[in-house]
């Protein structure tokens, strides 16, 4: 089919402000002083706030599936590129556009949509290819349910969550960037109501039955999809220090992390190299609940500085979408 623009809602936020950027932080359980701390970020080489990558999730929750309001709305896949860095002030305009329908034969409709943020010029500064499941409302599986936690581990998570590290302002030079050097742990739980509530405010307010937003959040007390990513984002920004720069992320959604749930992210460094003129490192992904169960997988790739080649270089060149790659 040829992709077609869709009309949105005013977005939950407009610009890219101190406050919005810190309820996002807020959001995702996300306390880098990057994003929150003014006297922090001066110092850094962006010399001011910045938001992290997917704060772009607040201007346009990116599920494009309109129509069919009979069906319910499950995120599965998200493929972020970032093109340049969202200091607090730059102009943000998000366009939406329906690429791609098709049904399965168990009567699963798909709908692929791409979503492009440009900036008071027209420059594209990311793009996200989002895939949206629709089936009826007895289709959709619940939010994985939780078996009880005991003192110890609850005690274990929370000592976890607290003592989590960030690289933070200092370098992570490619050159020491090792293939097999692994990232994490990320725990993101035990998720509370108070954690949908957080998410939600930050980003889409309460969403009106038959809008566009994917299900979960505050209807059924699940993880958003688009919350998912948001996390596998901080773990991504966690290890590439303030000076990297996050490029891409392709995450593939298996599963809903419900109430009382806990998330375990790690990663890997699967390859690094160079190309014009950047350094680039991809890291492997996934997440897993308390069972080992995996709840998503995808990669990412990073864009480092380097001793021979210097600081990261932006904006980066644009790269053709998924569906232009399709020529759809």
């Not at 002030?89 to 791609?100: C, D, G, K, N, T």
């Not at 990320?186 to 039955?209: F, H, N, R, Y």
Request: glycine share 10%.
């Amino acid at each position: 089919m040829q992709s077609r623009a869709i009309v949105r809602a005013t977005p939950w936020v407009r610009d890219v402000s101190r406050d919005a950027i810190r309820h996002f932080a807020w959001g995702i359980g996300d306390d880098n002083p990057l994003w929150i701390d003014p006297e922090y970020a001066a110092q850094s080489r962006w010399l001011g706030i910045v938001a992290p990558p997917c704060f772009l999730y607040a201007m346009d929750e990116t599920t494009v599936a309109p129509e069919h309001d009979e069906l319910k709305r499950r995120y599965v896949s998200a493929r972020w590129i970032w093109f340049d860095v969202l200091p607090v002030a730059r102009a943000v305009h998000p366009h939406a556009y329906l690429v791609h329908e098709s049904s399965s034969e168990t009567g699963v409709l798909t709908q692929r949509g791409r979503v492009e943020y440009d900036d008071a010029q027209g420059v594209l500064l990311a793009q996200v290819e989002v895939s949206t499941n629709r089936l009826p409302a007895e289709g959709m599986a619940p939010p994985d349910s939780e078996p009880a936690y005991d003192r110890q581990e609850l005690q274990g998570t929370e000592e976890a969550v607290l003592g989590e590290t960030r690289r933070g302002g200092e370098t992570r030079y490619w050159e020491d960037t090792q293939t097999g050097e692994t990232l994490g742990l990320l725990l993101k739980g035990p998720v509370s109501i108070m954690d949908v509530v957080a998410w939600c405010a930050a980003t889409q307010g309460i969403p009106e039955p038959g809008s566009d937003f994917s299900d979960g959040g505050l209807e059924s007390e699940g993880v958003t999809g688009p919350q998912q990513v948001a996390w596998a984002c901080q773990l991504v920004t966690d290890w590439m220090g303030d000076d990297g720069f996050l490029h891409r992320l392709d995450l593939e959604l298996e599963r809903t992390p419900g109430l009382g749930s806990t998330t375990a992210w790690t990663g890997a460094v699967s390859r690094c190299w160079q190309q014009s003129g950047s350094c680039f490192v991809e890291l492997e992904l996934a997440a897993t609940d308390r069972r080992g169960q995996r709840i998503s997988h995808g990669r990412a790739q990073v864009v480092l500085e380097s001793r021979e080649l210097g600081p990261v270089k932006l904006p980066l060149a644009r790269v053709p979408s998924i569906s232009e790659e399709l020529g759809e």
